[in-house]
């Protein structure tokens, strides 16, 4: 397992997660002042600087219901508030997309230009904020220096990390079924025609050498696909033509977006219910949320300011039937973490604890949209 996979990770993931809430907004027509200090608000949270010296320091990935906490975590660092199902099928859109771009890279490298593709857009919705960009043009150095001197075979071992990160998530996406690049089980379709890896020639022609390295026959076959040779290589530098276009926004036509549980995913329990057997790592996990959370300094909303619910459905009815349907052990609830001895321990920790506690307090509203994950009623 790669000990580099988690920035690219998190940020192709937070990059889908930004592309998924533009489109809601501009969906529910909410106000575009709203809607910026909303993404504003979110992409500085994302990358803070303590944030993000925690997440590029070198280290395993964890548990799926790990990562969710902290996403869950950022979707709710404004105003806007997500309901369960909601945050459910949030969560499903994004790790789907990215799960596809991972399989659809022509090199493992080529990851990287996925991630820039991201952070491109990312400092599209923030244009006019030039503190958060400073933020984002970070980032986007601190991934050159890390990754620009990597081998082959070490962005061989990331994709292969994320790939088995996604292995068992099945979710099928309208998008997708529609487009007939996913199957009706879930699984994605890939091509068997297109650009071939940069660096890489066309097949067709099989060469044979002697032992002195000298070419001595040619032999042709038929490939079985209709291939290309890439024009230019993607631009791995700060700006940039990045040539690849996946981890661009596929949400820019308005297509409405529909998750489905396929038969597949309903069956992988025993895969996916993460709290049938203890987890060995279980308490690096708390440690890795510690520091994490540690870095994600969220400010309450100010009573002025009047928040607001957002809906990834068509009707609430929608949502509340697919809250109702969804198999428990695919559902990210809140990490229920007991660790009194860490509380002693760990300062920062029992800090991160208290933060996640959940009190049953009355509600003085009893608007839907006070109806809030559990792990953010007291953010």
Request: aromatic letters at 8%.
């Amino acid at each position: 397992m790669s000990a580099r996979t988690l920035p690219l990770l998190f940020l192709n993931l937070g990059g889908e997660m930004l592309y998924i809430l533009d489109q809601r907004l501009r969906a529910q027509s909410i106000p575009g002042e709203k809607a910026r200090k909303v993404m504003n608000d979110i992409i500085t949270t994302m990358f803070n600087k303590k944030f993000m010296e925690e997440l590029f320091k070198p280290q395993e990935l964890y548990s799926k219901k790990a990562l969710r906490t902290v996403y869950d975590r950022l979707a709710h660092a404004s105003i806007m508030r997500l309901n369960q199902a909601s945050m459910d099928k949030l969560y499903d859109l994004m790790t789907m997309a990215f799960k596809y771009q991972v399989l659809l890279c022509p090199r493992p490298k080529d990851i990287l230009l996925v991630t820039f593709n991201h952070l491109d857009a990312i400092k599209d919705f923030i244009q006019d904020s030039p503190t958060i960009l400073n933020q984002v043009d970070e980032t986007f150095r601190q991934l050159i220096d890390m990754y620009s001197c990597l081998s082959a075979g070490e962005f061989q071992l990331i994709r292969q990390t994320l790939l088995i990160f996604f292995q068992d998530m099945h979710i099928r996406v309208s998008i997708f079924l529609k487009d007939k690049v996913q199957n009706s089980n879930g699984r994605f379709v890939l091509p068997i025609s297109g650009p071939v890896p940069w660096g890489t020639e066309v097949p067709g022609l099989i060469r044979m050498f002697n032992c002195n390295g000298d070419e001595v026959e040619r032999v042709e076959f038929t490939s079985g696909g209709n291939y290309v040779i890439p024009q230019r290589e993607g631009s791995f530098d700060l700006y940039g033509d990045r040539v690849l276009k996946l981890g661009t926004n596929m949400y820019s036509a308005s297509r409405p977006v529909e998750t489905h549980m396929s038969g597949a995913s309903k069956s992988l329990t025993s895969h996916t219910k993460e709290n049938a057997a203890p987890n060995p790592l279980a308490k690096e996990e708390l440690n890795f949320l510690a520091r994490l959370m540690g870095g994600l300094e969220i400010k309450k909303p100010s009573g002025t300011e009047a928040g607001f619910r957002l809906n990834l459905f068509t009707t609430d009815e929608e949502e509340e039937h697919a809250a109702l349907t969804r198999p428990e052990e695919l559902s990210y609830k809140v990490i229920n973490i007991q660790a009194t001895r860490d509380q002693e321990r760990n300062r920062e920790l029992a800090q991160i604890m208290g933060e996640f506690e959940v009190t049953d307090q009355p509600r003085q509203s009893t608007s839907k949209g006070d109806d809030l994950l559990a792990m953010m009623d007291e953010l």
